[in-house]
């Protein structure tokens, strides 16, 4: 069992609220990643870490925000919830080694803005 | 970006039988794919990988078969038990980038 962790597990807000979805790893790993998944659907990467300092944009970036200040911390910031954002974040890690690595994956946070 | 597909969305078998599950990749370049299993309510869990040099590789009742002529994924799972019915899906790495399928639902029946 890896040992990635979000909060909250479930969260319901109103429209307009900035809301942070919590990660954190105890495993040392480089690599973090925030990815999207509605129901049935394929997951959708919105930011990604190679490193302390270090953070990217994935396909879904537009409308949050990332940092990482510490290797095992990478919150995912939403300035303004809306409707659209209701769905499952899922955060995961890798150790990074030239890609052979798998992700391992929190349980993720179920959001829904109202 | 890249296509992860999977035959088929739903798939049924009764307990103690094998089951298959595919999943085709379009890059050739592809280095690296993994399975992960998600149950309800839960994140993806890590089943098994392969490196695009290895044709086969077994773990406890899976084995991953790389067929890269044809760039096909498939996940066998042994004895399938109640246990093991969940979301399956593949992933395909290129380039340090995940690439992601939408998932076959194993139902496995008592």
């Known amino acids: 069992e890896a040992d990635i962790y979000q909060t909250p597990r479930y969260l319901v807000i109103g429209t307009g609220k900035k809301i942070t979805l919590e990660c954190s790893q105890t495993?040392?790993?480089?690599?973090m990643y925030w990815y999207q998944q509605d129901p049935g659907m394929e997951l959708h990467l919105i930011h990604y870490?190679?490193?302390?300092?270090?953070?990217e944009k994935g396909d879904l970036s537009s409308e949050s925000t990332v940092s990482r200040i510490r290797t095992e911390h990478f919150p995912l910031t939403l300035e303004s919830a809306r409707p659209s954002h209701t769905s499952q974040y899922l955060c995961?890690?890798?150790?990074?080694?030239?890609?052979?690595?798998?992700?391992?994956f929190g349980n993720g946070t179920r959001l829904t803005v109202t | 970006g890249e296509s992860v597909g999977l035959h088929l969305p739903t798939l049924s078998v009764q307990e103690g039988d094998n089951s298959i599950i595919n999943c085709a990749y379009s890059?050739?370049?592809?280095?690296?794919f993994i399975w992960y299993k998600q149950e309800s309510g839960k994140g993806p869990q890590f089943i098994i990988d392969?490196?695009?040099?290895?044709d086969k590789r077994q773990g406890q009742r899976v084995t991953v078969l790389l067929n890269k002529t044809v760039k096909h994924l498939s996940l066998q799972i042994a004895a399938t038990q109640p246990g093991d019915s969940a979301v399956y899906f593949c992933?395909?790495?290129?380039?340090?980038?995940?690439?992601f399928g939408t998932g076959t639902s194993l139902t496995v029946i008592p």
């Open positions: 995961a890690s890798s150790a990074g080694d030239r890609g052979h690595s798998p992700l391992h």
């Open positions: 495993m040392g790993h480089d690599k």
């Open positions: 870490s190679y490193g302390v300092n270090s953070t």
């Open positions: 890059n050739s370049a592809s280095d690296y």
């Open positions: 392969i490196r695009s040099n290895m």
């Open positions: 992933a395909e790495i290129l380039n340090n980038q995940f690439y």
